[in-house]
């Protein structure tokens, strides 16, 4: 039996309603993906605090999580991930790339074009809906 991990993500949107994306690192599983910042919860931790710790540890900024955007289930061969996505704006500091291979700024439209992490498609889908 696989472990579940709980994974905490941020959809972060700027003033001009651009998204910030990030790119896996060439040596970490699902390499070089995209995906929305963020990390697992620790233990004792809550989610909320899951994400603003992972979000000053891989890009040195601040976030400001309101609402869960998304919570889903999604089995790897590898792992199973129970991912919750907060919407989220930065409140401090200006994204830097501690981790990941690269980070953009895109709007819905041009999200859909990157290619993302199997977990975020559906997550995706909705972004494309709601914000298109």
């Known amino acids: ?3 579940t991990v ?3 993500a941020a959809l972060i949107r700027d003033s001009y309603g ?3 994306i990030c790119q896996r ?9 995209w995906e929305f910042v963020g990390g697992k919860v620790e233990k004792g931790e809550s989610p909320t ?4 710790r992972e979000c000053h540890e891989e890009l040195s900024v601040t976030v400001a999580p309101t609402e869960v955007f998304a919570d889903l289930v999604h089995e790897y061969e ?5 991912l919750t996505l907060f919407l989220a704006t930065i409140a401090q500091g200006t994204p830097q790339k501690l981790e990941h291979n690269d980070i953009q700024w895109v709007t819905a439209k041009e999200m859909q074009t990157y290619d993302f992490c199997p977990a975020d498609y559906t997550i995706l ?3 494309a809906k ?3």
């Open 78 to 82: 590898d792992i199973t991930v129970h």
């Open 49 to 52: 605090d899951a994400l603003i």
């Open 125 to 127: 889908q909705k972004i």
């Open 25 to 33: 690192p060439a040596h970490k599983a699902r390499a070089l993906l």
């Open 6 to 8: 709980h994974v905490v």
């Open 18 to 20: 651009k998204f910030l």
């Open 1 to 3: 039996m696989k472990n």
């Open 130 to 132: 709601q914000f298109a």
